[in-house]
């Protein structure tokens, strides 16, 4: 879509959310407290921001946010779906990490994404199929989050999505761009009814969306909590969607009522200065953390954005870390994972060590101290993600990826959501044909391994320093890389670090944005060996804040619809 049409869709989604377009802070020359968010639509930004010029805390307006996005970029997230919040307490200077991932149900079998004849079934089936959706989430580990760090009552932060829910919103550039898709989830009957005039013509940017079913829900998790997703008339209706078509899924309401989200240590570890902590496994923030630790023990810092080198090294370690990862990451109560041994310095150091002149073949994974024999799973992770960032006046944190998996998930809807589709994020195969087990098999109330690594950075004293995430499937740990060498190693502002271009290397593909990269670099790294080709990485939807000597940083990713919303505190 042109400029000028996004221009008059931001003004237009600003307007409907009732207000004026708010301040943008501008640099500082002593730190003072501010309120932030950072999210892929402004209509969720400002709800966000909201509750945050109410009082609120960043979990507060995490919810509200949350609740928006389900409404307004149901492509990519909802409360039919799941996330990781990465959370920094301000007042204990300490990083927690909400699991909110979904659960295969307790009828789940090893082969219930394989054919008759004991094969992978075709994604595009698997995908819409009721054997898709995962036991929902995000509505559970919010609340457990906002039991610890809420503020303002749980009935307070829905009343915006509500409204806009019933009023109507404008359709989006990259909400009509999706409508329009040729995913199957888009053809949906479930889609096509939402999505389309009483004529049948589908909704394009500018037209008005209303979906009152949502409105009604919201109003009923406003009032009832949790409780109105998962028990009643909403949890009877998920399980009946769930059981329609030929390959019905086997959750149950034992599914719904046993699910809980879990609160987990995160993961830290040093990158030059600073200290990284994302989510430990299912999530793989171990991967991230990884490849950035093989890329200190590399001369990347020295290089730059136009030095071709850079992006090789940076193409390399990523393959190493990805090899590493889709071999041994998984749900820790299933699987064993090495995250120690894979962060070993001695094992990074040999990871690093394999980094040659030239691009080889595509490398196998390593043998990480206190790894087990597991098979290589290449499990395909569609780009239907989200992630924002929230900060409150008392220095507080959130920084939250969640999902529905791909595109409109299953493209199955109940009572206005999407459900999600995140069962497909298993291994399809339990085992490999040498008959080694798959880290990441499908077994009954297992989480699947998530590639969504929200991170918080700290300095060496674990004050906040600043966060990144974004989505983008298994290219997620690639672009948050990308963007923290563009941080810290190449001191670059967070909007340029996240405009660099895009480098995602796993086994034997290079793909990325050709045309976005200085001149002569993709010459040079032909030369290399990396030949780099267009077809993932023009999707990414990075998100970062950082405070730099007094001034908060913040960036949104413009090949998405995100924007960056940033006041004094009041």
Not at 107 to 132: C, E, H, I, K, Y
Request: hydrophobic share 40%.
């Amino acid at each position: 879509m042109g400029g000028l049409l996004r221009f008059f869709w931001l003004i237009a989604a600003v307007a409907l959310a009732g207000c004026a377009t708010p301040s943008r802070q501008t640099a500082t020359t002593q730190p003072q407290r501010q309120i932030y968010v950072i999210a892929a639509n402004p209509l969720a930004a400002e709800a966000g921001m909201s509750v945050l010029r109410r009082g609120g805390s960043a979990v507060d307006a995490a919810i509200a946010v949350e609740a928006m996005l389900s409404l307004v970029e149901p492509q990519s997230s909802g409360l039919g779906g799941g996330g990781f919040m990465t959370y920094y307490d301000a007042a204990r200077g300490r990083v927690t990490v909400y699991d909110g991932r979904e659960t295969a149900p307790a009828g789940a079998t090893t082969d219930m994404f394989l054919d008759d004849n004991g094969q992978p079934l075709p994604f595009r089936t698997a995908v819409l199929s009721g054997r898709a959706t995962g036991v929902p989430s995000v509505v559970r580990m919010l609340d457990m989050a906002h039991r610890a760090h809420g503020r303002l009552r749980w009935n307070s932060l829905f009343s915006d999505a509500e409204r806009t829910a019933r009023d109507g919103f404008i359709v989006s550039p990259r909400l009509a761009r999706m409508i329009a898709s040729s995913a199957p989830q888009a053809g949906t009957p479930d889609s096509r009814a939402y999505f389309a005039e009483g004529d049948g013509t589908l909704l394009d940017l500018g037209d008005r969306l209303r979906n009152p079913a949502y409105a009604d829900f919201l109003r009923r998790l406003a009032t009832e909590g949790p409780n109105a997703l998962y028990r009643g008339p909403t949890a009877a209706r998920i399980l009946a969607r769930v059981r329609e078509g030929a390959l019905p899924g086997a959750m149950t309401q034992a599914d719904l009522d046993a699910y809980r989200p879990i609160e987990r240590e995160p993961l830290c570890r040093p990158f030059r200065v600073y200290v990284i902590c994302v989510p430990p496994p299912p999530s793989s923030g171990v991967g991230l953390l990884q490849v950035i630790a093989m890329l200190e023990r590399t001369d990347i810092a020295a290089r730059g954005p136009s030095d071709p080198q850079g992006w090789f090294l940076f193409a390399e370690a990523s393959r190493l870390m990805y090899a590493d990862r889709d071999q041994y990451v998984g749900d820790p109560a299933f699987a064993q994972v090495p995250v120690d041994g894979l962060l070993d310095p001695a094992y990074v150091a040999s990871r690093a060590a394999l980094i040659g002149a030239q691009a080889g073949s595509p490398p196998l994974a390593g043998t990480p101290p206190g790894s087990a024999t597991a098979a290589r799973d290449m499990t395909r992770e569609p780009a239907g993600t989200t992630h924002f960032i929230v900060g409150d006046a008392q220095g507080n944190v959130v920084s939250m990826t969640a999902t529905v998996e791909s595109i409109f998930g299953s493209g199955r809807m109940v009572d206005g959501m999407f459900l999600n589709n995140q069962m497909t994020d298993f291994s399809f195969s339990a085992r490999d044909a040498a008959g080694r087990p798959a880290a990441n098999a499908v077994a009954p109330g297992k989480r699947p391994r998530s590639s969504m690594t929200p991170a918080i950075i700290l300095d060496a004293q674990g004050r906040f320093v600043g966060a990144i995430g974004s989505p983008g499937g298994n290219a997620i740990l690639a672009y948050v890389a990308k963007a923290l060498v563009g941080m810290i190693d190449w001191g670059l502002p967070v909007q340029q670090a996240i405009d660099l271009p895009n480098l995602i290397a796993r086994g034997g593909a290079f793909q990325g944005e050709v045309d976005r990269f200085p001149p002569g670099v993709v010459e040079a790294l032909r030369a290399r060996g990396v030949e780099v080709r267009s077809g993932q990485g023009e999707d990414s939807g990075l998100h970062g804040v950082m405070w730099r000597n007094g001034r908060l940083d913040g960036g949104a990713d413009r090949r998405r619809e995100g924007v960056v919303l940033i006041e004094p505190a009041r």
